[in-house]
């Protein structure tokens, strides 16, 4: 392995969310009755979806090149550098190609959801989703003023699969404009597969429901296995729309990039009206260069995760035997089940802070249908995530 995953690299006074600051986001107004049983400094973070490692270096060389033209005015995406790159990236990995015009940027993905809810939906509208559901699913909804509706998920002895009579009666309703699909799922790693694709697909175009098919993880799956973007499926769909970022691949949440494919003229359009183009002159460069250059870094990364899951499911197995973590085909996210250990109602993100001094999130994080879960963020070092799984071991044992 060419690129060290095990190097433990400080973030605090970084204005990181993920050390510093996380206490309004998990908490709101409770924040202020927490109470630490150890130093800030002391607490272990596997929350928030960013890693602990550092950026590959084709991303930081791209950064530093441009760093050298000292002027960094407003900059949109004129020419085609990042197509062409992003473009055979899709195609060598995916076998999936769309055309240039099809493709714009956002800040992130979660700006593109805020954006289509309101391009897409009228006052009256609902969007669907599955769950348990990433939680700005519903923010970008409700915060929109729009009718949020979730169809659970199966928990089949651990494997989550799709109540396909549940989604269709949701997606059949009138009112219901947009299905948000996370693929691959997060929290549960579910790595969706063609017969699933094509189905849910299916349901949605004949409701004449259009589909945000959120896919920031596709190329954090497990050693031998493929991603599948549900466009690919579909060719000739315009109402799908693709939301890919570097955000997750190349750990550069910060830099507020994301690739969206809207094949609908007329929606394109609308975006165009209505979406800011700008984008930060030096996180365009560190997506070319993270596209052109960091393959082999990112290969050695899916190997690093596929040893951490293995760590965690071994200790979890022998350590807290009624608990249950299966290795999930995709992204750095375990789905853990801890309520054979401790029922409801709990808060779990809070008993782990304060009784463990990990920042994790329980399932009640997770809009519905999380209950006696919490989500391990395991992108991290690996004496980190051993340190992190003995004191959630010592905290669940402690409560008798």
Not at 75 to 86: I, K, R
Not at 242 to 260: E, Q
């Amino acid at each position: 392995m060419q690129h060290d995953f095990d190097r433990l690299i400080p973030r605090h006074e970084t204005n990181a969310v993920a050390v510093e600051g996380y206490e309004g986001y998990l908490f709101g107004a409770d924040s202020a009755s927490l109470t630490l049983d150890r130093p800030r400094e002391d607490i272990i973070n596997m929350w928030v979806a960013d890693m602990q490692f550092a950026a590959p270096p084709a991303a930081l060389d791209a950064m530093a090149d441009r760093l050298k033209h000292s002027i960094f005015g407003y900059t949109m995406n004129f020419d085609d550098q990042l197509y062409d790159v992003f473009s055979r990236w899709c195609d060598r990995r995916y076998g999936w190609i769309f055309p240039r015009e099809q493709m714009v940027l956002s800040l992130g993905v979660i700006p593109a959801l805020f954006g289509l809810v309101g391009y897409v939906c009228g006052p009256d509208d609902k969007v669907l989703t599955l769950s348990p559901s990433y939680g700005y699913f519903k923010h970008a909804t409700t915060k929109s003023g729009r009718t949020f509706v979730t169809s659970p998920l199966i928990n089949d002895n651990g494997r989550y699969e799709v109540n396909f009579a549940d989604f269709e009666v949701k997606a059949s309703d009138p009112a219901v404009k947009v299905f948000f699909l996370c693929h691959p799922h997060n929290p549960t790693g579910r790595l969706w597969s063609e017969v699933e694709l094509r189905r849910m697909g299916e349901i949605c175009f004949a409701h004449g429901v259009k589909i945000v098919s959120d896919e920031i993880h596709c190329d954090l799956l497990r050693t031998g296995l493929n991603h599948t973007p549900l466009a690919k499926l579909f060719p000739d769909s315009r109402d799908i729309i693709t939301c890919m970022a570097v955000s997750k691949t190349f750990n550069l949440a910060g830099m507020m990039i994301a690739t969206i494919i809207i094949p609908d003229p007329d929606l394109r359009a609308v975006w165009k009206d209505l979406h800011s183009p700008l984008v930060n002159p030096i996180s365009l460069a560190a997506a070319i260069g993270s596209y052109r250059g960091g393959e082999r870094w990112l290969e050695d990364l899916r190997v690093y995760l596929d040893g951490n899951f293995a760590l965690a499911t071994n200790f979890v197995r022998q350590y807290l035997p009624k608990a249950r973590l299966d290795v999930p085909e995709a992204t750095y996210l375990a789905w853990m089940n801890v309520g054979a250990y401790l029922p409801e109602p709990m808060n779990l993100t809070r008993f782990f802070l304060e009784r463990a001094g990990v920042i994790l999130e329980g399932g009640e994080m997770f809009v519905d249908n999380g209950e006696g879960h919490v989500r391990l963020n395991l992108a991290c070092p690996r004496a980190v995530l051993q340190e992190a799984l003995e004191r959630m071991r010592s905290a669940i044992l402690a409560t008798g």
